[in-house]
């Protein structure tokens, strides 16, 4: 069993600033990719970050520049910086990963964290 746990989110105000963390659980041999994804009022889930085991990122066009994403291997973390947030950054957050569960078998999945509320005002 792979849990995801978010925290982090709330509301702020425009400008200001939240860090999200998301931590791993559970059966993990390895993690590969991880990423953040958000799902706004009547919008599709979409990438906002992701992070390779290496520490290489890639970033969606809206935030580059204001958010940075992170990991911490050991902890088995990974975390979403978010600066200069504006309103249409509201959205739930959902942490992604993708597990490879078992030393000796080759399968992996993709799990998703519960999703963690962030509300920036205007």
């Known amino acids: 069993q792979v849990q995801l746990v978010e925290s982090g989110g709330g509301l702020v105000q425009a400008g200001g600033s939240l860090r999200l963390s998301c931590a791993a659980s559970?059966?993990?041999?390895?993690?590969?990719?991880m990423g953040w994804y958000r799902q706004g009022p009547e919008k599709q889930r979409a990438l906002v970050a992701a992070?390779?085991?290496?520490?290489?990122?890639k970033y969606a066009d809206s935030v580059t520049g204001r958010f940075t994403i992170s990991r911490d291997n050991a902890r088995k973390t990974v975390f979403l910086q978010m600066n200069s947030l504006k309103p249409e950054d509201t959205a739930v957050y959902y942490c992604?990963?993708?597990?490879?569960?078992?030393?000796?078998?080759?399968?992996?999945?993709?799990?998703w964290g519960q999703g963690t509320q962030v509300t920036v005002s205007s």
């Open positions: 992070v390779t085991s290496g520490g290489g990122t």
């Open positions: 559970g059966c993990i041999f390895r993690i590969n990719d």
């Open positions: 992604n990963a993708r597990i490879r569960p078992y030393s000796d078998s080759a399968y992996e999945r993709d799990y």
